[in-house]
């Protein structure tokens, strides 16, 4: 039950009586009227600016609707109270049965508690992580790996049917240093000492496994080919085993996708091709030349003469770009039309696309390559993962041996798990940098998030088991039993306010999924946490405020169903984001 969508619905109800009381004109609609929680809790529980976005059409000022939509709100026997603030908002306050009222209801719902259904089985081809195989994952990866993860189970929650995809950058330059980086330790593996890694090479030791399978599937005789025979013998042996590797670190952080797009079977299958000739003939290919952009270094896709050029700038972007050079190859930005052309074709109208901050530059161009290809019958979103920068002790993380140039996503959840990672990662809004504090993440203080809110789940199993020990039996402390639980008992201000920020759970969920900001949840659930933990520390200040009260079981039973709730909306929260929540802390 999402009380603000309902009450947002009442609301309309109320606005269409105005319509037939000819207080408000017949033709107009409430797109713009919103229903949220004030910015100050001690103005109510929901507010509204029906009054101040209607007022114009009305012919009135806006405090004088406000009064007359206020008005219809008379006789409604679940409104304490309301208040006409400001210039016209409306501030409503909902008597105390509303919000502790929920609790049934939410252990009713268990796990399909917040759950929406406004996607309505719409596809989304969520694409993120999609790092060039040449190497494990980092932990700039992480973070896009986790939001792109979080998204899509934020997505699913809101009735959206989503395919997390990666897009296989296995063509180009970076896989040719791959190949020769891999031919490198195939010497190595041979008995050639190979010395320092020469510069433009990769130096990882991950590498090391493929220059030794190279040896034993070819042996010596691989060095009597051809150097274009090598590098593609070497491509087909390490690509594979590179995204095994990727594969098996981001199942570390219980990340997985459902399709793998291979850069190169765009190519190969003429893709690119054929995406390049359907824009020829709308007229939206022609040859010229790009002057570069002054002040700055020339992109990788500018040289000095005719090109075959998209009109980007058609479609919104700042300028019109290249899609094949001089010499007739490819640049970068033909296989990606290519790429999400045959998402379209697999019935993809709606794309997301998670990048790093230093493709921010790409979007406009990619989006208006969508547009074009689709005849805009597509629309990309894109959303930009800033920096994750590392610490320990206040000083930054030095670099890995293992890659040779950064730390892995790999060594990160080797040494604080998978959940504090998740967790961390959408402590931060995804465009703003984020500082990952080794030392932070392993405190079990409340300024470590993750563990504050794990710590209430595991509080909250606490109270339950003690709650046994206290004479109550586990039949007794089921979900089912608890629903029948008396919560008109719950009245003290602390309860009441730990009700409230779980009747918040849709209205978050819906709100995150709807700005495709996965964080948000992250942040809900601090204060979720916040709100538990509040009442359990008034409780050991005032033995009245007590979980337990040996002396009234039916208080117990009230509050024990609140937790019961409680741990049902933690765990739901938790799900959304990919953390699995803990039982017991250690």
Same mark, same amino acid.
């Given at each position: 039950?999402?009380?603000?969508?309902?009450?947002?619905? /009442?609301?309309?109800?109320?606005?269409?009586?105005?319509?037939?009381?000819?207080?408000?004109?017949?033709?107009?609609?409430?797109?713009?009227?919103?229903?949220?929680?004030?910015?100050?809790?001690?103005?109510?529980?929901?507010?509204?600016?029906?009054?101040? !976005?209607?007022?114009?059409?009305?012919?009135?000022?806006?405090?004088?609707?406000?009064?007359?939509?206020?008005?219809?709100?008379?006789?409604?026997?679940?409104?304490?109270?309301?208040?006409? @603030?400001?210039?016209?908002?409306?501030n409503f306050t909902f008597k105390t049965d509303v919000w502790t009222g929920l609790v049934p209801?939410?252990?009713?719902?268990?796990?399909?508690?917040?759950?929406? +259904?406004?996607?309505?089985?719409?596809?989304?081809?969520?694409?993120?992580?999609?790092?060039?195989?040449?190497?494990?994952?980092?932990?700039?990866?992480?973070?896009?790996?986790?939001?792109?993860?979080?998204?899509?189970?934020?997505?699913?929650?809101?009735?959206?049917?989503?395919?997390?995809?990666?897009?296989?950058?296995?063509?180009?330059?970076?896989?040719?240093?791959?190949? /020769?980086?891999?031919?490198?330790?195939?010497?190595?593996? %041979?008995?050639?000492?190979?010395?320092?890694?020469?510069?433009?090479?990769?130096?990882?030791?991950?590498?090391?496994?493929?220059?030794?399978?190279?040896?034993?599937?070819?042996?010596?005789?691989?060095?009597?080919?051809?150097?274009?025979?090598?590098?593609?013998? @070497?491509?087909?042996?390490? %690509?594979?085993?590179?995204?095994?590797?990727?594969?098996?670190?981001?199942?570390?952080?219980g990340v997985h996708h459902g399709h793998f797009l291979s850069e190169q079977s765009l190519h +190969?299958?003429?893709?690119?091709?054929?995406?390049?000739?359907?824009?020829?003939?709308?007229?939206?290919?022609?040859?010229?030349?790009?002057?570069?952009?002054?002040?700055?270094?020339?992109?990788?896709?500018?040289?000095?003469?005719?090109?075959?050029?998209?009109?980007?700038?058609?479609?919104?972007?700042?300028?019109?770009?290249?899609?094949?050079?001089?010499?007739?190859?490819?640049?970068?930005?033909?296989?990606?039309?290519?790429?999400?052309?045959?998402?379209?074709?697999?019935?993809?109208?709606?794309?997301?696309?998670?990048?790093?901050?230093?493709?921010?530059?790409?979007?406009?161009?990619?989006?208006?390559?969508?547009? $074009?290809?689709?005849?805009?019958?597509?629309?990309?979103?894109?959303?930009?993962?800033?920096?994750?920068?590392?610490?320990?002790?206040?000083?930054?993380?030095?670099?890995?041996?293992?890659?040779?140039d950064f730390i892995t996503l790999r060594e990160v959840v080797d040494e604080v798990g998978c959940?504090?990672?998740?967790?961390?990662?959408?402590?931060?809004?995804?465009?703003?940098?984020?500082?990952?504090?080794?030392?932070?993440?392993?405190?079990?203080?409340?300024?470590?998030?993750?563990?504050?809110?794990?710590?209430?789940?595991?509080?909250?199993?606490?109270?339950?088991?003690?709650?046994?020990?206290?004479?109550?039996?586990?039949?007794?402390?089921?979900?089912? $039993?608890?629903?029948?639980?008396?919560?008109?008992?719950?009245?003290?201000?602390?309860?009441?306010?730990?009700?409230? !920020?779980?009747? !918040?759970?849709?209205?978050?969920?819906?709100?995150?999924?709807?700005?495709?900001?996965?964080?948000?949840?992250?942040?809900? %659930?601090?204060?979720? $946490?916040?709100?538990?933990?509040?009442?359990?520390?008034?409780?050991?200040?005032?033995?009245?405020?007590?979980?337990?009260?040996?002396?009234?079981?039916?208080?117990?039973?009230?509050?024990? @169903?609140?937790?019961?709730?409680?741990?049902? !909306?933690?765990?739901?929260?938790?799900?959304?984001?990919?953390?699995?929540?803990?039982?017991?802390?250690?």
């Open positions: 039950m999402n009380l603000f969508a309902t009450f947002e619905a /009442r609301l309309h109800g109320v606005l269409s009586d105005l319509q037939a009381d000819g207080v408000l004109p017949a033709d107009i609609g409430f797109d713009n009227v919103t229903v949220e929680p004030p910015r100050d809790a001690a103005h109510g529980d929901i507010a509204t600016n029906a009054a101040m !976005v209607l007022c114009k059409q009305a012919g009135m000022p806006p405090r004088d609707l406000a009064a007359q939509i206020v008005e219809k709100f008379a006789q409604a026997d679940d409104i304490a109270g309301t208040d006409i @603030a400001g210039p016209g908002f409306i209801v939410i252990l009713r719902a268990g796990g399909a508690y917040g759950v929406a +259904d406004v996607g309505q089985g719409t596809a989304v081809n969520l694409e993120y992580v999609s790092a060039n195989p040449t190497g494990p994952m980092h932990v700039g990866h992480a973070r896009g790996a986790v939001f792109g993860d979080a998204l899509a189970r934020l997505l699913e929650a809101a009735g959206f049917k989503v395919l997390r995809e990666y897009y296989i950058n296995d063509a180009g330059s970076q896989v040719d240093v791959l190949a /020769r980086s891999a031919l490198l330790r195939t010497r190595e593996a %041979l008995g050639e000492d190979i010395g320092d890694i020469p510069a433009g090479l990769y130096p990882g030791d991950y590498l090391v496994p493929v220059g030794e399978a190279l040896a034993v599937s070819e042996g010596a005789a691989l060095f009597d080919k051809d150097e274009a025979a090598q590098i593609e013998i @070497a491509k087909h042996v390490a %690509l594979p085993m590179m995204m095994d590797m990727i594969r098996a670190d981001l199942a570390a952080l +190969d299958d003429g893709s690119v091709g054929r995406v390049f000739d359907a824009l020829k003939e709308q007229g939206l290919i022609y040859q010229g030349v790009l002057e570069p952009p002054r002040g700055k270094e020339p992109p990788p896709d500018w040289e000095p003469q005719p090109q075959w050029l998209f009109r980007s700038e058609k479609f919104g972007d700042d300028s019109d770009r290249a899609l094949k050079k001089s010499d007739g190859s490819w640049t970068y930005f033909a296989p990606d039309i290519a790429c999400h052309f045959d998402k379209f074709q697999r019935g993809y109208t709606r794309m997301i696309n998670v990048w790093g901050a230093d493709h921010i530059g790409y979007i406009k161009r990619m989006q208006a390559a969508v547009a $074009a290809i689709t005849k805009s019958d597509a629309h990309l979103d894109v959303k930009v993962c800033n920096l994750v920068k590392l610490q320990r002790g206040g000083e930054p993380v030095k670099m890995s041996k293992r890659s040779g959940n504090a990672v998740r967790f961390m990662m959408l402590t931060r809004r995804n465009d703003a940098a984020l500082d990952f504090d080794f030392d932070l993440v392993k405190q079990q203080s409340r300024d470590n998030p993750v563990f504050y809110v794990q710590y209430a789940y595991a509080r909250i199993h606490s109270v339950l088991r003690n709650a046994v020990e206290a004479g109550f039996t586990t039949e007794e402390l089921t979900v089912d $039993a608890l629903n029948g639980a008396d919560t008109h008992l719950l009245c003290a201000p602390e309860e009441v306010k730990l009700a409230k !920020v779980l009747g !918040v759970y849709p209205r978050s969920l819906l709100a995150a999924a709807t700005a495709l900001e996965p964080h948000r949840m992250a942040f809900y %659930l601090q204060d979720l $946490a916040a709100a538990f933990h509040g009442l359990w520390t008034r409780g050991k200040e005032t033995p009245g405020l007590r979980f337990i009260q040996e002396d009234n079981r039916e208080v117990t039973r009230a509050r024990l @169903a609140l937790l019961q709730a409680t741990a049902i !909306v933690l765990g739901n929260g938790l799900d959304v984001i990919g953390v699995e929540p803990e039982t017991e802390m250690r």
